[in-house]
């Protein structure tokens, strides 16, 4: 167990709805990044927040955005949704800034159709 | 060219053997190297982070990392049959904090 949680554990969402995805990290890690895990594939990074500030970013579209909160929780919003959404969402949190040794929490399926 | 490589494999050992998988990365400036273990249908597990030149071990698995030959590579000895996995390199660059990931190389242990 890492203590990183993540909610829904399965989505399912229709071409051009929006989404939220939300991860509680393990208490003490401010640092949380967020990764898009196609089948067969590896995670491919989507942003970091440090303390509540963006913290770096992938190639990913401007839809994709984030929230971090006091309590060490944190948002993935997705807007109009493409079919290519479709992955395993994944947070993992770490403590202070930078990657350095991540922990992921279980993941998030989302499917859009 | 992929910032990180790995063979997708499968890549299939007998029980109790050593299974070496291997990793190479493209961005000389990467610092920090982790392998990460990858159940069907769960999110990755970390098991292994490297820094330096050399070996690291811990219990029955050893990092190895030549950062001028820029290759990275884990060894599991004894392997069981939960090993089976998908194993994951990650590379770091501390300059802009993304860590960039290999697509995975699939091990599976044969009893």
């Known amino acids: 167990e890492t203590g990183v949680t993540q909610s829904p554990t399965h989505l399912i969402k229709t071409r051009g709805q929006q989404v939220t995805l939300r991860c509680s990290s393990q208490?003490?890690?401010?640092?949380v990044s967020w990764y898009q895990q196609a089948l067969g594939q590896g995670p491919q990074f989507i942003f970091q927040y440090y303390r509540e500030e963006e913290n770096g970013r992938g190639n990913f579209p401007p839809r994709f955005s984030g929230l971090q909160f006091p309590n060490y929780s944190s948002e993935l919003n997705v807007n109009a949704l493409e079919l290519d959404d479709s992955a395993l969402y994944l947070c993992?949190?770490?403590?202070?800034?930078?990657?350095?040794?991540?922990?992921f929490g279980p993941g998030t399926r989302l499917t859009v159709t | 060219q992929k910032e990180v490589e790995q063979n997708s494999g499968p890549l299939s050992v007998p029980e109790g053997a050593i299974a070496s998988l291997n990793c190479t990365y493209s961005d000389r400036v990467s610092q920090s190297f982790f392998w990460y273990r990858q159940y069907s249908g769960k999110s990755p597990e970390l098991i292994m982070s490297i820094y330096s030149n050399g070996d690291k071990e811990d219990g029955r698995f050893t990092a190895q990392l030549n950062k001028a030959s820029q290759y990275v590579s884990l060894l599991i000895r004894d392997s069981q049959p939960s090993d089976s996995a998908t194993y994951l390199c990650?590379?770091?660059?501390?300059?802009?904090?993304?860590?960039?990931f290999g697509t995975g190389t699939r091990l599976t242990i044969i009893p």
């Open positions: 208490s003490g890690h401010n640092t």
């Open positions: 993992a949190s770490t403590h202070g800034r930078g990657a350095y040794e991540q922990y």
């Open positions: 990650a590379v770091l660059n501390f300059g802009n904090e993304k860590l960039t």
